[in-house]
């Protein structure tokens, strides 16, 4: 049943005929922008390529396929168990044959591992409630997890050999405990508590509510059953797009820093150290990085995507969850798979980018002051659980700074306007649960204070390194403030697109830009849109938003009204901030807005729900069915590395793709296999590779490469002189510099500087092989006959690109 309240007159009105001519209307609308878009992407723009490939219709037949199956089994079959039995087997099949099962298991284990942990903890430490359920508990697992690891590297033991042993231990340990405590029987804990209460609601209620079961009737609605079974289908599957393609996906981000946490993170003592490099991404907040440790040292980088597959499969149910304080079960479910096809979250799922993650414990933080402002304010537990799963959001990403705190902070202020800041001490009412004063609401305050000394713990590695707790455009505010950032680091200014033009020129890029990430993803500025675009929601969601006004809404109680206020309060200073965002950001990445898809849908899904002509509200909802398709081919086409197609499929494997060794053959087939043996001796060995960006990164040891120094995410300045640079390298610690054959050419610094370097003996040759060199960094070296012999070496023996 639908949470709604019939008014005995609306607001507005209008005839039967004019609110079916309106619904119309928004239809024509809708579809004519489907239409628009898809010929722009599709037929005159980059993805008319893609869409024509042999790999791409033999991907949609898969899926098709998939999906057919999948509405079969949720349609047709009543059981839930043999539903869920009926998903592992056919998920099985697909990730075995698409060579990523051990990595989505693997990953699975190492999630219920964390939650588990903090499961524990909240339980026999904190003492928080069980019915919290396991979004506390995987908060409180991630920042635990965080905190041990910094601890660990801040002694010296935090090598990734030395966090797997403390993970298997540990988990070994939970698992006893778990045994132990389910071998008792608890009469403190209320049936259906734990586990099936544990995201706020029963996994198996809601899904058997979900799937049109009215326990009143004692009958199952056939129209609802196929309903939810459509939408579930749509979301599994639309995971298996992302998890079939997961082996050929890397993409540059996840190539450059993602998946070389072993290297990035770990050089034998921990966090820590000084690794000596000086891309900016390096100096990033890496609290998802430390999270995932224990896996980046595994043969595939699978194993740290499927992670981000499990968190995804994370924000799509906290969205649901959210969404049911606002509506229904079955809306919920529409909300849920509408998010499910949106390439600006989904296409998230298979990178080592951070934003996911942050998406996921932004949710949290919502839910969970969604929950404050429900239950009251003696139940003020919840808001402290928003703010812990506030400030781990700043250990993930620095954008988090900006959009995590816009949310919060409204939300503070909501509170103080609605005079709604927690009660402490006092008893409750009459039949509320939990007794007297504050228990179990004691340790949300320990749970509170955890997240800011993980916070402390993830900001120290980049003020021992930096100088500064926050890098990226946040420099310049804080050297302004009087900080000061360490050599040899730059500072980075905060971006302000086309500032130097005339304030009308501006406006008119800022609606062509705007345009374009509503509609039409192309151009230059629009790069890294289209990989992970969610515009188009958006300009739909405003289609609905303008519509749903014309109708009159059914009357909320207060405890309603009280959430919408305060997601009207949130949300347009939040759109605000996304707006002056995309005219500022100089580049656009569709997934800096992420959390905006999200509240903006949430946003107007709430108005069209509460609409009382069911005809009316029916026939806006059915949009959402061509735009989620829509959305799904879109999603099909763009990854973030423009590969197209599932990886091939294979029976005969380990259950993964080794890509380290994939990685090795390709750097022998490229002349490097003496050079690779040199360099994997010891992986504690740090070169500076000057080559293709981010490929010659894949080398088994701690690499930068050359644009990683001269970049706009590095330092210029460095290779100025010679002596600069010597400078730098003694600062690095660096043992080997590597060029690549074929890359330097004459006119460039980068080939002028290592001549210079290896003549004055700086550079000692030790390896050429079919035109790449490795030479050993020695800073005291000097001008000598030899140094000049070896000069005369180079330039017989390198292969510098060949220019026509």
């Known amino acids: 049943m639908e949470r709604t309240h019939k008014s005995p007159r609306g607001r507005r009105g209008g005839s039967s005929l004019q609110s079916?001519?309106?619904?119309?209307?928004?239809?024509?609308?809708?579809?004519?922008?489907?239409?628009?878009?898809?010929?722009?992407?599709?037929?005159?723009?980059?993805?008319?390529?893609?869409?024509?490939?042999?790999?791409?219709?033999?991907?949609?037949?898969?899926?098709?396929?998939?999906?057919?199956?999948?509405?079969?089994?949720?349609?047709?079959?009543?059981?839930?168990?043999l539903k869920a039995v009926g998903t592992v087997a056919v998920l099985s099949v697909f990730f075995w044959g698409h060579m990523v099962f051990l990595p989505v298991v693997t990953a699975g284990v190492y999630l219920a591992y964390l939650i588990v942990l903090g499961e524990f903890f909240c339980r026999t430490v904190l003492r928080l409630k069980v019915s919290d359920g396991a979004a506390v508990h995987f908060l409180c697992g991630s920042l635990l997890v965080i905190l041990v690891f910094c601890l660990?590297?801040?002694?010296?033991?935090?090598?990734?050999?030395?966090?797997?042993?403390?993970?298997?231990?540990?988990?070994?340990?939970?698992?006893?405990?778990?045994?132990?405590?389910?071998?008792?029987?608890?009469?403190?804990?209320p049936a259906g508590n734990g586990w099936g209460n544990s995201w706020g609601n029963s996994w198996g209620n809601s899904w058997k509510n979900s799937w049109g079961y009215s326990r009143r009737s004692g009958r199952e609605s056939e129209s609802g059953i196929w309903l939810m079974a459509l939408c579930f289908a749509f979301i599994v599957t639309m995971f298996c797009i992302q998890a079939g393609r997961m082996n050929t996906a890397l993409d540059f981000d996840s190539l450059w820093y993602g998946v070389r946490s072993r290297y990035v993170l770990d050089n034998g003592n921990g966090i820590y150290e000084n690794m000596g490099t000086i891309g900016i991404v390096y100096t990033y907040s890496k609290g998802w990085e430390v999270m995932t440790l224990p896996l980046a040292n595994l043969p595939s980088y699978s194993f740290l995507l499927a992670f981000n597959l499990w968190l995804t499969a994370g924000v799509i149910f906290m969205a649901y969850q959210i969404a049911r304080f606002y509506m229904g079960k079955g809306h919920s479910t529409v909300f849920a798979a509408l998010l499910a096809g949106v390439p600006g979250i989904m296409n998230m799922a298979i990178t080592t980018k951070t934003d996911i993650a942050t998406l996921l414990f932004q949710e949290i933080m919502i839910y969970y002051l969604l929950k404050y402002l429900k239950e009251g304010r003696r139940?003020?537990?919840?808001?402290?659980?928003?703010?812990?799963?506030?400030?781990?959001?700043?250990?993930?990403?620095?954008?988090?700074?900006?959009?995590?705190?816009?949310?919060?902070?409204?939300?503070?202020?909501?509170?103080?306007?609605?005079?709604?800041?927690?009660?402490?001490?006092?008893?409750?009412?009459?039949?509320?649960?939990?007794?007297k004063g504050n228990a179990g609401q004691g340790g949300a305050l320990g749970l509170f204070l955890l997240s800011i000394v993980a916070l402390t713990g993830i900001w120290a590695r980049t003020v021992i390194i930096t100088g500064l707790p926050v890098t990226s455009v946040f420099s310049s505010i804080l050297t302004k403030l009087g900080l000061e950032m360490k050599y040899p680091f730059n500072v980075n200014k905060i971006p302000n697109s086309g500032a130097e033009l005339p304030l009308g020129e501006q406006l008119v890029n800022f609606i062509e830009r705007a345009f374009g990430f509503l509609l039409r993803p192309l151009g230059v500025d629009m790069d890294h849109v289209i990989l992970a675009w969610g515009g188009f929601l958006l300009f739909i969601v405003l289609l609905l938003w303008i519509f749903s006004l014309f109708y009159r809404k059914n009357v909320e109680n207060d405890s309603e009204r009280l959430l919408s206020s305060w997601l009207n309060v949130v949300f347009i200073p939040f759109l605000i901030v996304c707006v002056v965002s995309l005219y500022m950001l100089v580049q656009v990445d569709g997934n800096y807005f992420m959390l905006l898809y999200v509240l903006a849908a949430l946003y107007v899904m709430r108005l069209v729900v509460r609409i009382s002509d069911k005809a009316v509200r029916n026939g806006l909802c059915g949009i959402l069915v061509p735009v989620m398709c829509f959305c799904a081919v879109v999603s099909s086409l763009t990854n973030w590395?423009?590969?197209?197609?599932?990886?091939?499929?294979?029976?005969?494997?380990?259950?993964?793709?080794?890509?380290?060794?994939?990685?090795?053959?390709?750097?022998?087939?490229?002349g490097n296999g003496q050079i690779w043996d040199i360099l994997a001796e010891d992986p504690e060995n740090r070169l500076i590779a000057v080559g293709d960006h981010p490929g010659v990164l894949g080398f088994p040891c701690n690499a930068q490469s050359y644009d990683d120094i001269t970049g706009s995410w590095g330092n210029v300045v460095l290779v100025k002189t010679m002596d600069n640079f010597v400078e730098f390298m003694d600062y690095a610690k660096t043992d080997y510099v590597y060029t690549e054959a074929g890359y330097m050419e004459e006119e460039q610094r980068c080939y002028s500087l290592v001549r210079t370097l290896i003549e004055y003996g700086k550079l000692i040759p030790v390896c050429y092989e079919e035109g790449n060199m490795l030479a050993r960094v020695d800073i005291d070296g000097e001008y000598t006959e030899t140094s000049r012999a070896a000069l005369t070496e180079f330039d017989k023996c390198y292969i510098k690109k060949n220019v026509e």
């Open 20 to 81: 079916r001519g309106l619904v119309l209307l928004l239809w024509v609308c809708a579809l004519g922008a489907i239409a628009y878009s898809a010929d722009q992407l599709f037929v005159k723009g980059i993805l008319s390529w893609h869409r024509q490939q042999k790999d791409y219709y033999d991907m949609m037949a898969e899926v098709t396929a998939l999906f057919c199956v999948f509405t079969v089994l949720y349609g047709l079959i009543r059981s839930r168990i």
């Open 641 to 670: 590395s423009w590969v197209v197609g599932f990886s091939p499929v294979s029976w005969n494997h380990h259950g993964y793709y080794d890509h380290q060794e994939a990685k090795h053959q390709e750097m022998v087939e490229k």
């Open 379 to 435: 139940e003020w537990r919840y808001l402290a659980y928003g703010f812990a799963a506030f400030f781990l959001t700043w250990t993930l990403k620095p954008t988090a700074l900006v959009f995590s705190t816009a949310i919060l902070g409204m939300s503070v202020l909501f509170l103080l306007w609605k005079r709604l800041l927690p009660l402490w001490g006092g008893k409750r009412k009459a039949g509320q649960a939990g007794g």
């Open 152 to 189: 660990m590297s801040a002694v010296g033991i935090g090598a990734i050999g030395y966090l797997q042993v403390f993970v298997v231990v540990s988990g070994i340990l939970l698992v006893f405990w778990r045994c132990v405590r389910h071998g008792k029987k608890n009469v403190e804990e």
